[in-house]
């Protein structure tokens, strides 16, 4: 079974940065697109960016222009900056392949943005 692990959530200022870390294990992580997701409290998860296997990215609206997902396919890892982040970026943050592995769901990391 796919097992995903994220990291690197806490707490930042409004205009402040996070970088996301999600370390993939039991995959072969090379040729799944991969993606980060977020759930803010009372609301649906979605997906905010994801990168293909030929590193091509997408990006939410909400997000673009602010957030970059890469990925290291020798360590397994998926990673998320997130600079001039909002109040409204609060969430719990995971990591999943795209379209979503249903039973890969990790704990997520939490990132709250607030002063």
């Known amino acids: 079974q796919v097992q995903l692990v994220e990291s690197g959530g806490g707490l930042a200022q409004p205009g402040g940065s996070l970088r996301l870390t999600c370390a993939a294990s039991r995959i072969i992580f090379s040729i799944n697109a991969m993606g980060w997701y977020r759930q803010a409290p009372g609301k649906q998860r979605e997906l905010v960016a994801h990168?293909?296997?030929?590193?091509?990215?997408n990006y939410a609206d909400s997000v673009k222009g602010r957030f970059t997902v890469s990925r290291d396919n020798v360590k397994k890892t998926v990673y998320l900056q997130m600079n001039s982040l909002k109040p409204e970026d609060t969430a719990v943050y995971y990591c999943n392949t795209v379209p979503f592995t249903p039973s890969s769901w990790g704990q997520g990391t939490q990132v709250t943005v607030s002063s």
């Open positions: 990168i293909t296997s030929g590193r091509n990215t």
